[in-house]
């Protein structure tokens, strides 16, 4: 748990609880600083993405959807 110096007092920054529904105060996380609360409060572990075992014929057919998706914002459509 982080501790922070808040105008006389110390003040403790919750950490994360896993598995669980995490709710900050965005008043709080103002007053702490968002790049400080951020820095306290969240993972540094890189992200695990797992892996679904997508066919080649589901790549390719990603592929191909993604470039027309992208062709159709270069020519605003």
Known sequence: ??????NTKEEMIPPLKKHQLNIYNPSDIKRWGVTHFLNEVCSTDPIKIPDFRF?????????ETLSQE????????
């Open 1 to 6: 748990m982080a501790i922070l110096a808040s």
């Open 55 to 63: 066919t080649d014929n589901e790549n390719k057919l990603m592929d």
């Open 70 to 77: 992208k062709d159709l914002q270069d020519n605003d459509i």
